[in-house]
């Protein structure tokens, strides 16, 4: 028909209509107060860094969210859905630089840019709760967070390794080092520094880190696994050696002791008497003493540090190829006495336990390669506690017995390990311990796009607090950018000089600014009272709001900001600021979006752009695709094909929908809910009852998904199976052959299950059907059991084993209904005419099996 010819779905009409009417109406994503009533529920995805351009992996993660949001909305509750912008950042100067624009402008740009393409999407965010880290009623709340640290003994300063360029003079961070170099002089080395830096002692917290994991049941095994391991947790006993006399005598002979002490940690102190040499981190103390006689030891391990550093810069310590030198010292066993070698190796790691080790490669992989490397004597101390069990070395298990230990022979792994370490405690050389791989938390960065640290040096009280009405300390907005000597704000004299607080004597300010995770560690706790100007939020506001019911963002996560902003809500509830000890009950990690087998980037030249997608297709159809092409927690191969298609099938529920409208219009009877006036006509009966159903079963099923097992891809599937069944009985549809109360609770039901997905046109057939209000604030509808029953099967028939036909049967069916029917299917009694019917088997509900000769 030529009418239909022009009327087509054209989201490039419907969409901006209605993205004016939401932005007009301010209440429409709003969070309420607690009084309304309601229950609550907070659902979040992690705030992006503001680059200008919203990517196709910000897309799915928003779209995961925003159809959560929308779906609990229209289930009654009071939803927090909040957005804002991790504005901090080496990019914003990086882009200052290169384009001589100021970090705050050009970052404030970016973020219009980003918001108008989220507005444009028709994501539901309250944006009056929006925060942006870059802008000091923020950032003077981690000057404020920083400062009660402070009091509370969590922050120290202490010297450590950063990234130096001596071409730059400056520090550079890991991601401006490139192949060892820096990435503005290519041929420049980066050296490792010592530089006196600020941290945060999240190791304070790593125990109750570690234990929390345990209960946070609605987060992702991999990740809690990955923290884990990040968080490293080993129980050990420390243990001294004595640094031998230097005398001319070997291994294993006794020495004396000259009173310097080499603590070491070991998980396996059973294996103790076992230990042929003690290997110490290049960085140890004591290497420096022994280099500092000794420069052919010193150039050795000189190359050690080097080895260690490179794989560092590689990330790939754990692979790294074993190296060491001995030193020519001996250590002292405390347990007996002997003498055993001290060594230098490259994988001893000085952050890690004490920065030494004893080696055991009777009974330890690593000692083991070591040792049959340098050729090293290897010890048996210990053999399995079941004979039958072969002792080849190295023998790592604990389930084992001592041997070659003296007076400890005989003893249990177990056994051992106590006795030994109450020797040590008694004999003051050692004690249990506990050892964590977590590191406390570097804060410093050599930086100006960040939170500047509220810290005064002065020359007679040393360091000062700013005090509290002083902040915020704020960033001086115009600075010479040049990444070269030192920290940008050590070169604002207005910023540096100061007074001291406690004298009032000249004074010097931090020059250092915050690590930008300290503005993602606690933002959206920011939320829930974002205006607050005299304190970071209102404890009873985040008290009603926390934990997160549902947060969602990118595995890559897993660390580093998720445990920052685990430690950060332990911290505040110590505080006394909130009550909850995590801060959210749930974690739901995405898949990556890739194209043509790879992770969309720039370099590959494999980007899609949103807005290209949304000109193209429309939001809706975008944001579907990006829900229905793969699970969402697995990665999604971006397919234009399938944009096209997703943007086909709405147009098909806009055709169909439109169609019917008016029919559906004029059964419309606000005073009666609807399933009333259906069943005044009695039960439902033929086509009614077949469309009927598929909506009931499909109701049910994206129901399901929701409340957790987010197969929105198999939801949105389901949906298209109601349109094609609907689509199919078009002619019976016009000829009235469904009573209009069926037809237009199909309809009405259709728009609200898409309205999550695809809300914009959910909106427009809502008005379309003549329905009041907005569609998000429509109740969610709810699947009569009784109606999605099926009432017939399909059994599979096979003859010998092999599939032959299908047969439908009442869903009650009995085995000799079910016998019965599949013997009179036609097909069934051709296979079998002239044959003998050997045996029937019937699995009710699931098959038939025949068996003819
Ligand atoms: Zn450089
Ligand atoms: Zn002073």
């Given at each position: 028909m030529a009418e239909e010819n022009e009327l087509r779905y054209d989201p490039a009409t419907i969409e901006p209509k209605w993205q004016q009417r939401w932005a007009s109406d301010p209440t429409l994503y709003a969070a309420e107060p607690a009084s309304c009533g309601k229950p609550k529920y907070y659902v979040l995805e992690m705030l992006p860094y503001p680059s200008g351009q919203l990517h196709m992996g910000h897309v799915r993660n928003y779209s995961i969210g925003d159809a959560l949001a929308r779906h609990m909305w229209m289930r009654g509750y009071n939803v927090l859905h909040p957005m804002g912008w991790d504005a901090f950042g080496l990019p914003a100067e990086n882009a200052a630089l290169k384009n001589n624009a100021p970090p705050r402008e050009w970052t404030l740009a970016n973020i219009a840019a980003m918001k108008r393409q989220m507005e444009r999407l028709g994501l539901g965010y309250d944006w009056a709760t929006e925060v942006t880290t870059c802008l000091p009623e923020y950032y003077r709340w981690n000057q404020w967070f920083f400062l009660r640290m402070y009091e509370k003994g969590l922050v120290t300063r202490k010297k450590s390794k950063v990234n130096?360029?001596?071409?730059?003079?400056?520090?550079?961070?890991?991601?401006?080092?490139?192949?060892?170099?820096?990435?503005?002089?290519?041929?420049?080395?980066?050296?490792?520094?010592?530089?006196?830096?600020?941290?945060?002692?999240?190791?304070?917290?790593?125990?109750?880190?570690?234990?929390?994991?345990?209960?946070?049941?609605?987060?992702?095994?991999?990740?809690?696994?990955?923290?884990?391991?990040?968080?490293?947790?080993?129980?050990?006993?420390?243990?001294?050696?004595?640094?031998?006399?230097?005398?001319?005598?070997?291994?294993?002979?006794?020495?004396?002791?000259?009173?310097?002490?080499?603590?070491?940690?070991?998980?396996?102190?059973?294996?103790?008497?076992?230990?042929?040499?003690?290997?110490?981190?290049?960085?140890?103390?004591?290497?420096?003493?022994?280099?500092?006689?000794?420069?052919?030891?010193?150039?050795?391990?000189?190359?050690?540090?080097?080895?260690?550093?490179?794989?560092?810069?590689?990330?790939?310590?754990?692979?790294?190829?074993?190296?060491?030198?001995?030193?020519?010292?001996?250590?002292?066993?405390?347990?007996?006495?002997?003498?055993?070698?001290?060594?230098?190796?490259?994988?001893?790691?000085?952050?890690?336990?004490?920065?030494?080790?004893?080696?055991?490669?009777?009974?330890?992989?690593?000692?083991f390669e070591f040792?049959?490397?340098?050729?090293?004597?290897?010890?048996?101390?210990?053999?399995?506690?079941?004979?039958?069990?072969?002792?080849?070395?190295?023998?790592?298990?604990?389930?084992?017995?001592?041997?070659?230990?003296?007076?400890?022979?005989?003893?249990?792994?177990?056994?051992?390990?106590?006795?030994?370490?109450?020797?040590?405690?008694?004999?003051?050389?050692?004690?249990?311990?506990?050892?964590?791989?977590?590191?406390?938390?570097?804060?410093?960065?050599?930086?100006?796009?960040?939170?500047?640290?509220?810290?005064?040096?002065?020359?007679?009280?040393?360091?000062?607090?700013?005090?509290?009405?002083?902040?915020?300390?704020?960033?001086?907005?115009?600075?010479?950018?040049?990444?070269?000597?030192?920290?940008?704000?050590?070169?604002?004299?207005?910023?540096?000089?100061?007074?001291?607080?406690?004298?009032?004597?000249?004074?010097?300010?931090?020059?250092?600014?915050?690590?930008?995770?300290?503005?993602?560690?606690w933002y959206f706790y920011r939320y829930t009272d974002a205006k607050n100007a005299n304190a970071p939020f209102d404890p009873k506001a985040a008290q009603y709001w926390f934990p997160i019911d549902q947060s969602?963002?990118?595995?890559?996560?897993?660390?580093?900001?998720?445990?920052?902003?685990?430690?950060?809500?332990?911290?505040?509830?110590?505080?006394?600021?909130?009550?909850?000890?995590?801060?959210?009950?749930?974690?739901?990690?995405?898949?990556?979006?890739?194209?043509?087998?790879?992770?969309?980037?720039?370099?590959?030249?494999?980007?899609?752009?949103?807005?290209?997608?949304?000109?193209?297709?429309?939001?809706?159809?975008?944001?579907?695709?990006?829900?229905?092409?793969?699970?969402?927690?697995?990665?999604?191969?971006?397919?234009?094909?399938?944009?096209?298609?997703?943007?086909?099938?709405?147009g098909r529920v806009w055709r169909l929908v439109t169609k019917y409208a008016e029919a559906a219009r004029a059964e419309r009877i606000d005073s009666h809910p609807f399933r009333n006036e259906r069943g005044k006509d009695g039960a439902p009966s033929g086509l009614a009852l077949k469309l009927l159903r598929k909506l009931h079963q499909t109701i049910a099923k994206v129901t399901l998904d929701f409340e957790g097992r987010w197969h929105f891809n198999t939801c949105v599937a389901a949906i298209m199976e109601l349109v094609n069944d609907m689509q199919a009985a078009d002619a019976q549809l016009e000829a009235g052959e469904v009573a209009a109360p069926v037809v237009r609770e199909l309809l009405r039901s259709l728009v609200l299950l898409l309205a999550p997905f695809a809300p914009y046109l959910a909106a427009e057939l809502w008005e379309e059907l003549g329905e009041e209000g907005n569609v998000l604030r429509a109740p969610w509808p709810v699947s009569d059991a009784e109606l999605a029953r099926e009432d017939e099967l399909e059994i599979p028939v096979q003859i010998n084993g092999r599939l032959v036909t299908v047969v439908r049967v009442a869903a009650d069916a009995d085995s000799k209904a079910i016998e019965a029917a599949a013997l009179a299917n036609e097909k069934v009694r051709a296979r079998t005419a002239g044959k003998t019917l050997a045996k029937v088997i019937v699995v009710p509900g699931k098959l038939v099996n025949l068996v003819v000769k």
């Open positions: 130096w360029c001596p071409e730059c003079a400056t520090v550079l961070a890991n991601e401006q080092v490139v192949d060892g170099c820096c990435w503005r002089h290519e041929s420049t080395l980066v050296e490792q520094r010592d530089l006196v830096q600020w941290f945060f002692r999240i190791t304070e917290y790593a125990q109750e880190l570690l234990d929390g994991l345990d209960k946070l049941e609605g987060w992702p095994e991999k990740v809690r696994t990955m923290q884990r391991n990040w968080i490293g947790r080993s129980e050990g006993t420390e243990v001294d050696f004595f640094l031998a006399e230097k005398v001319d005598q070997g291994s294993g002979t006794k020495g004396l002791g000259t009173g310097t002490r080499i603590r070491v940690f070991t998980t396996r102190v059973d294996t103790i008497l076992g230990a042929t040499s003690v290997q110490l981190a290049p960085q140890h103390a004591l290497v420096a003493e022994f280099t500092a006689v000794d420069p052919e030891l010193k150039t050795q391990v000189d190359e050690l540090i080097e080895q260690q550093q490179r794989a560092r810069e590689a990330g790939d310590l754990g692979a790294i190829e074993k190296h060491g030198v001995p030193t020519g010292r001996f250590a002292i066993n405390p347990y007996n006495g002997q003498r055993v070698p001290i060594w230098v190796a490259n994988y001893i790691l000085a952050d890690y336990g004490t920065g030494a080790i004893m080696s055991v490669p009777g009974h330890d992989e690593r000692d040792a049959t490397k340098y050729g090293l004597p290897i010890v048996q101390v210990i053999k399995p506690a079941d004979s039958s069990v072969s002792a080849e070395l190295p023998f790592c298990s604990e389930d084992g017995v001592l041997v070659n230990s003296g007076e400890y022979n005989g003893l249990s792994c177990e056994e051992a390990q106590k006795r030994l370490q109450e020797i040590a405690a008694a004999e003051g050389f050692g004690e249990a311990s506990v050892t964590f791989r977590l590191k406390d938390w570097g804060v410093s960065r050599q930086r100006y796009w960040g939170t500047p640290i509220p810290m005064i040096h002065c020359e007679k009280d040393g360091l000062v607090q700013v005090p509290d009405d002083e902040l915020p300390v704020v960033l001086p907005a115009q600075v010479e950018i040049t990444q070269q000597g030192g920290s940008p704000l050590g070169r604002v004299p207005e910023f540096l000089h100061t007074t001291c607080p406690k004298c009032g004597g000249p004074a010097r300010r931090e020059t250092d600014t915050m690590d930008t995770f300290v503005d993602s560690s969602i963002g990118g595995v890559e996560h897993a660390i580093l900001h998720l445990i920052y902003s685990r430690f950060w809500t332990k911290m505040m509830r110590d505080l006394g600021l909130i009550v909850n000890d995590e801060p959210a009950r749930r974690l739901f990690t995405q898949g990556m979006v890739i194209k043509d087998g790879a992770k969309m980037s720039k370099s590959k030249g494999n980007v899609v752009a949103p807005d290209e997608m949304v000109g193209r297709y429309g939001a809706d159809a975008t944001r579907m695709y990006a829900l229905f092409a793969a699970p969402p927690d697995r990665d999604l191969d971006w397919q234009e094909d399938g944009v096209a298609g997703v943007s086909r099938f709405l």
